[in-house]
């Protein structure tokens, strides 16, 4: 076969439909990852055109622009469009479009699920959008404290848009991470050991962990709170039992380790710009990395220096002030490893390097007012002032919105496969570069002075009308300096100057397909040997194209990839993806009418759409099966692997395992909470505990064991050719009883609207009830595909998934049973 014959043979299978139908069916992550850049630009427009409203607001003293209502919405609004529709989903956006190609593959680990993920985010958004529209959009600041957004302080559905709009697009958030984690441990190059992978790899890696872990609990405490407005109960009332400063926690747990989710993957922008465009290998790659681990590790440590004036004990400020001082190491390890990677090489001042000098600038000043707030005596006196508000704006510019734009910049060539024609962009960077710095110096300059922030006014005597203004003038300056880079992109896109392939000589893999990239990435999948396999095999390319790689000869219609051992690349399996399908956008919308029942309390409308979305899932599932065995495969090369669908370890069984880990921390913030009411806060214990039950207990517990064990048993039956049926209906009666028994401990709960203590134990229970019918569903549909003849020896990928489940099962029930009854028998 030649290599035109193999293109457009691989462009038939892997193309998405033309038109406008190929942006709703597509699942092709070029095609998902250029959709996530496009709308988290445009959120980062209607982000930035707020910006500008709130400096407009405050660049004279008295000035009666906006009234205080609106301005309460602009900054809430700039705040939360910043950190969750535009950061994240740009590090998605970058990922999904670049990691398959990085990483040697076709495309990420669940195609669908990437297209899921894009419509949760784009519905979610236009949720809140059309609140501000409407002039009710969340106006309690992006993070949202009660009591001043309970229902007490907060009576109207503004502050419902942020909970539920914020939950909905975290949706997105989770199924990115569970994706990126999948496919960077398991959908490498063959050869592409860890120690091999590209270093944005890594920090793409490090990051997913960090959303896996980071956002449950602020899922967490927008549950809570929702649950607090919508149905009374007292989870942050003091005079019940709850505490305000929990969400504090729940908020800070998320909103501190945030700050590197979206720092981490800029750092791994520049940790690949750098080397190239200074004609040199990365300084120190291992450090490096163990230093992208131990901040990651450190920034889940550090939530509490957001609370030092909240009353935290002594030794509590000075070991989160030590922890906080201490993240400069890691931070500082890297910095040191770019200068030294420059000083080694000869640096070329192209565009991509202009914006990450901009960067060190900006990063290194916002880093230093970092460590100054974390000295407590000083954090008490800038506090709540425009000295954080600036120091933040220099940490999040400097070190994301700067390297973002040296990455399209870098990237843009291979996206477009043009070159640049004009030189706008060296004059957009002057002006966002002064632009910035004159807004955010004097922004720091005037909280020194006592400015506090998120004030919509301010009186002339108090002096500060000079530098506001000046802080107002540098913002349209930084602002027609961003519109410029916004004009430059659309003329590169549109004049057609045909470019070279590897235009800056890069040595990872992205530049080694074509340019624009095709559907389907390579022609054939390289064997990698490196770390830079386009340095030590110049006519890689060429190489690929001839088919000379893994799956160079399409012979059958359907969209394959390989999979690999997660630390050594060895081969393990083939991979086969699902077609395009709209499946994920109608999926995507009824789990936005979930949202919406909540929103607008048309309760009868929620089970409805939980039903749909659950209907949905088993279409998703089932089309996956198949019927016959299909046996080892030829993958080319002299090589025969068995489907990924016919192991213990498939695809689904990854991704359910890292989607538990989201989950267990969910729940493991729920006990958190649970144990800070009890030993806190005010108003304990409650009039009331529990009834204990020796019967409930121990029946409980023992029912979720067996259901466990009955599963690993079906499971093990499969394997051996014998009848799993014997085991999987002992094992759904089992499921049944634990069902039955968080049914009853519901029932017997004191009223929950009464004290933070019944409140905290029905969602608990309403959390164990909710998993035992997961599992159910599970356990029913896998006896379904046992009858139509879905399994055999072979086709066992379904037992070992659903025992993942079950072993959680039995897990939570436990921990929810003993929190439900101790209490009781030690009173």
Not at 39 to 55: D, N, P, Q, S, Y
Not at 238 to 267: K, N, R
Not at 469 to 487: Q, R, T
Not at 642 to 670: H, Q
Request: aromatic share 14%; net charge neutral.
């Amino acid at each position: 076969m030649n290599a035109l014959r193999r293109h457009r043979k691989l462009d038939a299978i892997w193309a998405s439909e033309p038109g406008w139908k190929g942006w709703t069916s597509s699942v092709n992550h070029s095609d998902l990852g250029r959709m996530f850049l496009f709308t988290a630009f445009f959120f980062f427009l209607v982000g930035g055109v707020l910006a500008m409203l709130i400096r407009a607001q405050l660049a004279t003293p008295d000035s009666a622009f906006v009234d205080a209502g609106a301005f309460a919405q602009f900054f809430t609004m700039h705040g939360t469009i910043m950190m969750f529709l535009f950061a994240i989903p740009t590090f998605e956006g970058l990922a999904i479009y670049l990691l398959p190609k990085m990483l040697g593959t076709r495309d990420l680990a669940f195609p669908r699920l990437t297209a899921y993920g894009y419509w949760c985010y784009a519905f979610g958004g236009a949720m809140l959008l059309v609140a501000l529209f409407f002039g009710i959009a969340p106006d309690g600041g992006w993070f949202m404290y009660p009591p001043l957004t309970g229902p007490l302080h907060s009576p109207g559905i503004n502050t419902d848009f942020w909970l539920i709009g914020i939950t909905f697009v975290e949706i997105s958030a989770i199924c990115a991470a569970v994706e990126f984690t999948v496919s960077i441990l398991k959908y490498r190059a063959p050869g592409m050991s860890l120690d091999k992978m590209p270093i944005f790899a890594w920090y793409a890696l490090v990051t997913s962990l960090m959303i896996l872990t980071g956002f449950p609990p602020l899922i967490l405490g927008s549950v809570l709170l929702e649950v607090e407005r919508a149905f009374s109960l007292p989870f942050f009332q003091a005079d019940l039992g709850g505490d305000s400063l929990l969400w504090q926690h729940l908020f800070w747990l998320f909103g501190h380790p945030e700050v590197y989710i979206i720092f981490l993957p800029a750092a791994g922008v520049i940790s690949t710009v750098i080397p190239v465009m200074a004609r040199t290998t990365l300084l120190g790659y291992g450090w490096i990395v163990a230093s992208a681990l131990a901040l990651a590790f450190l920034s889940f440590g550090l939530w509490v220096h957001h609370m030092f004036t909240t009353g935290i004990p002594h030794m509590g400020l000075a070991f989160f002030s030590a922890a906080s001082t201490l993240v400069a190491v890691p931070t500082g390890v890297q910095v040191f490893a770019w200068i030294g990677t420059m000083w080694k090489g000869r640096p070329e001042l192209h565009m991509p390097m202009l914006h990450i000098l901009g960067f060190f600038v900006t990063f290194i000043i916002g880093g230093l007012t970092g460590v100054m707030v974390a000295v407590v005596p000083f954090d008490w006196q800038a506090h709540d002032t425009a000295f954080i508000a600036a120091h933040l704006h220099y940490v999040l510019f400097g070190g994301f919105v700067f390297p973002m734009l040296a990455g399209i910049y870098y990237w843009l060539p291979l996206v477009s496969g043009r070159k640049r024609l004009f030189r706008l962009g060296e004059l957009a960077f002057a002006l966002i570069f002064v632009g910035f710095h004159g807004t955010f110096l004097a922004m720091h300059w005037v909280g020194l002075l006592g400015q506090r922030r998120r004030i919509e006014t301010y009186d002339a005597e108090t002096g500060w009308g000079v530098i506001n203004f000046i802080s107002s003038v540098s913002s349209f300056v930084m602002a027609i300096g961003l519109a410029m880079v916004l004009v430059d992109i659309i003329i590169h896109s549109f004049v057609a100057v045909r470019g070279p392939r590897n235009p800056w000589r890069a040595g990872t893999l992205e530049w080694a397909g074509m340019s624009p990239p095709a559907a389907y990435n390579f022609a054939s999948l390289p064997m990698v040997g490196a770390r830079a396999p386009l340095y030590d095999t110049p006519d890689l390319s060429n190489r690929l194209a001839k088919g000379e790689g893994y799956l160079g000869a399409p012979d059958v219609a359907r969209r394959e990839t390989l999979m690999v051992d997660a630390a050594s690349g060895r081969l393990e399996a083939l991979v086969i993806y699902p077609g395009n399908t709209r499946l994920p956008i109608l999926m995507a919308s009824v789990t936005g009418g979930f949202f919406l029942s909540i929103l607008l309390k048309l309760f009868w409308l929620t089970p409805l759409a939980l039903a749909g979305v659950a209907a949905l899932a088993l279409v998703w599932v089932w089309q996956l099966g198949a019927r016959d065995d299909q046996g080892p495969q030829k993958v080319g090369r002299g090589t025969l692997l068995p489907l990924a669908n016919e192991s213990d370890r498939s695809p689904g069984w990854w991704g359910s395992t890292f989607l538990l880990m989201a989950n267990a921390t969910f729940f493991g913030s729920l006990l958190f909470g649970y144990a800070f009411l009890w030993t806190v806060a005010p108003g304990w214990p409650p009039a009331q505990w529990l009834a204990p039950s020796w019967v409930e207990l121990a029946f409980g517990i023992g029912a979720a064991l067996v259901a466990a064990l009955a599963q690993h048993l079906s499971a093990r039956r499969n394997r051996a050719g014998t009848p799993p049926m014997i085991a999987l209906a002992p094992a759904l009666l089992a499921t049944v009883a634990t069902a039955v028994v968080f049914g009853v401990l519901l029932l017997r709960l004191p009223p929950p609207d009464g004290h933070a203590y019944a409140a905290t134990l029905m969602i608990l229970s309403v959390y164990g009830l909710t998993h035992a019918l997961l599992v159910l569903l599970m356990q029913g549909f896998l006896i379904l595909q046992v009858q139509c003849g879905y399994t055999s020896p072979r086709r066992r990928a379904g037992f070992a998934v659903v025992a993942l489940w079950s072993d959680y099962l039995a897990a939570i029930t436990v921990l929810i049973l003993l929190a439900a009854h101790l209490p009781g028998m030690i009173a």
